[in-house]
Every structure is written in C-alpha cells, then in structure tokens.
C-alpha cells in the first residue's frame, strides 16, 4: 500500500491520477518523501487590469517577469484573467476580443512560452462569464464554458496551447449549475483534449468540498481578494481550519496577491507570509514592469517562498489563539522532524505579546528560531518564547528543535471532514462552531447521523505505539428530538464498541483506552445512525 501510495503521490497532478481514489485517506509515513506538484506560482492580470487587457499588455507583463528576475524566484505562469472573450461563430468557436487580442490567444501563448514561462487562461463553468456581471463586460455572455466544454477546452489546452485554467462559477450559479457535477465534466472534457499536464483551479469563491481535491491542483476558498488590509485579514480568518484539506498537491486558494498595491510594508508581510506558511498558490495581481523595490524583495523572499513551495505540500494549522492573534504551525523539510515553521499573527490595532509554552509547538529542549522575513537568526530558546508582534504584523520563523515531541492534544479544528463544504447546499452541515469552553474557540459539530459523515485525525502520532488513555472532549447541547447522543471512535479503522448516552452543555471529557501503532495513525469519530456530540478536542496519555 506504501508503495501505491508513493506512486500515486508522484503523479498526482495529472488529470489521470487525479481522477483514481482520494490517496489523502491514507496515514502518512514521516520518512517518505513526497514528490507533489508545489502550489503554483505566476501573475495573473485581474487585480491590477480587470478586462482592460490586450496582447501587448499580458507580453509585456511576461517580460518584466523576466527581467525583474521573478522568474527566477520561481514564478512561472502568466494567466490572461476574464477580458479575452470576443464571440462565438456559428459553428459554436470562440474567437478573441478584436481590440483586445487582434490575433487571437495564440501569439500570447506562444511568446510566454519563447520566455520559458507557461501560460494560464480563464472561463466560466455556465454560461456568461463574470466579467460580463461584474464588469459589464458583455463579450462575456455566452462565453463560458457550459454546452461548449469540447470545442471551447481543445481550443484553449490543444491549439493555443495553455498550460492552466481558472474555471469561475458566476454563470454556473446563474444556472443553479452543481458544482461537482459540472466541474467533473469539464475535467473530463480536458482529459479528451490528451492534454494531461494542464493545472486547473476552481473558482468558487468558498471551500467546495473534498471531491475539488480529485479535479484541481487549487480552489479559491475565499471570496475575491480586494487592495486592503481588512480583505487580506478576512481571508485570512477564512482559512483558519482548512489545513486537512489540503495536500498531495491540491491546495486552498487564497486568491491573488494584492502585494505591490496600497498595503503599508507590515501588511504585505503579513499577505505575503501567511500565504506562505499556507502553502496558497503565489499569484502576483501587480503591474510587474513598475514594482516598488519592497514589495518586489518581498515576493522574491526565498525563504519563504521556499515555506510556500516546501516539498510536504501542507498547509499551517492553529496551534493557539489568543483573542484575535493566531500561532500557526506546520512541518516542513521532513514530516515530524525537528524543524516546524511556525507563525505569529497579529491583526489587531495594538502591539501583542505572545507568550507560547514550546512544548505546544512539539518543539523540546534547545529552539533556535530564524525569522524568514528578514532574514535574521533569533537565537536559541526553551521553554516559554516571548515576542511583541506589531499591529497588522507577523513573525515567521523556521524553529529546529532539538527534539520533537509527540503531540498530547489534537483539536477538531484540524480534522479532515469528508461531507464538509462552504457551499451552503445543505441544512444541518457538519461545521466548525464557535463555542467558549472549547480550547481554540471552536468545535466541530453535526458530525454523524449518516454513514461517512465523520470527523477524522490522519496524523496521529506516536513513536514507539502503545496503549494510551484517550480523553475526548464534547457538548451534546441543542439536543432535539433524541434526548442523548453517541459516539464511536476508530483508530486506523478499527471501531471501539458504541459510546451512548453522551448528554450536557458544558464541555465534558469522556475517556477511552486506544492502541495506537508506531508512527502515524488515523482516528475517526462517527456514528452511522444518530447524531454525535460535538466534539473540541482529544487529549492522549501513555499508559
Ligand atoms: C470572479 C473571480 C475573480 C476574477 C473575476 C473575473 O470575481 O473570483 O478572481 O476572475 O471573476 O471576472
């Protein structure tokens, strides 16, 4: 299985691997090393230029990625946004915008590709585009992709050669389109132009659902980006508990960079890290033959580019809050190795001063932390670490530690759940909830009451194995029509016998006894039938 799971994991960006069984089910091995796709990195024309586009602008920008050595930092797309639309002949062919694009999309593709760049274009999973919404602009009706997948994909994968789509989804609601319905269509429709190599990212503005991971190397999980601080915060804030949902080479969207635009340097440190420590595709949104020598280090900060682009491919988890300020974690280099890299969040108006127990961070003995934004070494800390974070500002470090612990607690916040999404399709939606006895703040709830409806740890951790005490942490408020609720826990797929009878409204600890292997294993907590409790958090203990 370990060597299927490699194999799977090596092609997991092409269209063909992507369409086989979800491989994110299974329990990672901390030795393996991952060969993912990274999340992609480029320009893209929508926030600087909406629809005023034309063949001489996007070339120019293709040329400045060059010369201003973005290239080189790793950026590599340039994606014509909405704009390029013209009309449709009666055979149903899409020509390009006269003024626009004169000569079509191919002389663009082609001069990216003379640059060694790739080239990104857009559409719309229905009807219109949202251009043609949003922008009055109306080349954009009838320019999407519904009914005209076939013609309208071997036209932009196979004779103009693009090597990424952004598919939007304004004509798809207008439709009352399905989502997953009709973004597999048009994933099957790409695989027919016998392009196996194209990127693909669904635009739907909120986190769609775990079948995006099957379809699309990146989803936008947030509505659009605008050139402000309270939009990078918001966005922010919206992929706080999204880390479970990202990996093997599919990533949350957090959309274009507004980096290079109106936010003060503190600002686009914060945009630029948090995307990073995110592990969100880096698309630069700014007019790249004018860049402000700042915001131009700032995107070619190799350092945490190299966070961004780390080959685990995950994406940072809340490891503790305070108030409004976040500590943000994840593994990098190695899985459960010594180095994390790790992120201190403040949004707020004031300085704040986080104080975090290392011991939280898994981080033990001696730390020696690096800020990756300016490039400097802290020093060596144990213990409690202390540091004033300005207004609107983060500090990012990569901390190697002399010995990495094993974790005691794992919150619901950082849970895989398979029936989750943003799309507000259905009543009764398993959910993140905001509850006050909860140790981050949130819980997990609405878990059950159909089979699968589960909420799952894949990353359990435990060096040796053994038998630990497990203390589960839940509410079974709200109770409606049952006046009790129930559990059943499973670890790596062995269910514990039913827990029943689960009642109060203050948080209350159940405990269990588990078996837990050597390395990593998965731990789900269902119920097939009946509503589960909500659940905060469980806690582990070796016997
Ligand atoms: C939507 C998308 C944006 C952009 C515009 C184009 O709003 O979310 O990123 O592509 O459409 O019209």
């Known amino acids: 299985m370990k060597k299927l799971y490699l194999v799977l994991a090596a092609f997991a960006f092409s269209l063909t691997a992507c369409q086989k069984e979800a491989v994110t089910n299974e329990p990672l091995s901390s030795n393996e090393t991952t060969h993912f796709l990274p999340p992609l990195m480029g320009w893209s024309s929508w926030n ?86 949003g922008d009055n602009d109306e080349r954009g009706i009838g320019s999407g992709l519904y009914g005209h997948e076939q013609i309208d994909l071997d036209l932009y994968l196979k004779e103009w050669g693009f090597d990424f789509i952004k598919i939007d989804f304004c004509g798809g609601s207008e439709l009352g389109l399905d989502e997953e319905t009709q973004y597999t269509n048009i994933v099957n429709a790409i695989h027919r132009t ?41 966005i922010i804030g919206e992929s706080l508990y999204l880390s479970a949902f990202a990996g093997n080479g599919h990533y949350n969207d957090m959309d274009m960079l507004e980096i290079g635009r109106s936010l003060t340097p503190s600002e686009e440190e914060v945009h630029f890290g948090i995307w990073c420590i995110m592990s969100s595709p880096l698309l630069i ?87 990756l934004v300016h490039h400097t070494d802290l020093g060596d800390f144990n213990g409690v670490f202390s540091y004033t974070v300005q207004p609107h500002g983060v500090l990012i470090v990569r901390a190697e530690a002399a010995q990495r612990l094993e974790a005691d607690t794992y919150e619901a916040e950082w849970a895989y759940l398979p029936f989750y999404n943003e799309l507000g399709t259905r009543r009764r939606m398993i959910n993140f909830t905001p509850e006050e006895q909860a140790s981050g703040g949130m819980v997990v ?54 827990i029943d009878d689960l009642t109060g409204d203050d948080l209350q600890a159940l405990k269990v006894n588990v078996h837990l292997n050597p390395g990593y294993n998965t731990v789900s907590m269902s119920n097939p039938y009946f509503w589960a409790p909500d659940i905060d958090r469980f806690t582990l203990k070796k016997n």
């Open 285 to 371: 949104g700014c007019d790249m033959t004018n860049i402000r020598p700042s915001s131009l280090e700032l995107m070619k900060n190799k350092e945490l580019i190299a966070l961004d682009q780390d080959p685990l491919g995950i994406q940072a988890y809340v490891a503790q809050r305070f108030g409004d300020c976040y500590v943000f974690v994840k593994d990098i280099e190695q899985l459960h190795g010594n180095a994390r890299a790790v992120a201190f969040y403040n949004p707020t108006e004031e300085p704040f001063t986080f104080n975090i127990d290392l011991k939280t961070l898994e981080l033990g003995g001696n730390v020696k932390m690096r800020d």
């Open 48 to 133: 600087t230029y909406h629809v005023n586009i034309s063949e001489e602008l996007i070339k120019s920008q293709a040329d400045a990625m060059v010369s201003t050595g973005l290239k080189d930092a790793g950026y590599l797309y340039i994606n014509t946004d909405d704009g390029f639309f013209g009309w449709r002949d009666e055979t149903g062919l899409m020509h390009t915008h006269p003024d626009r694009f004169p000569r079509g999309m191919k002389p663009v593709a082609d001069h990216i590709h003379s640059l060694g760049l790739k080239a990104g274009i857009y559409s719309d999973a229905g009807t219109n585009t949202c251009g043609s919404m």
């Open 445 to 498: 709830s609405n878990i059950g009451g159909q089979e699968g409806n589960d909420i799952i740890w894949r990353n359990v951790y435990s060096e040796t194995g053994g038998d630990y005490e497990m203390t589960i942490y839940y509410t079974a408020k709200n109770l409606r029509t049952a006046k009790t609720r129930s559990l059943v826990v499973s670890v790596n797929g062995e269910a514990l016998p039913m």
């Open 194 to 234: 016998g392009r196996d190599d194209v990127s693909i990212n669904i635009c739907r503005w909120a986190y769609p659902g775990i079948w995006a991971e099957k379809i699309a190397r990146s989803w936008r999980m947030s509505g659009d980006i605008q050139d402000d601080w309270g939009s990078v915060k918001r």
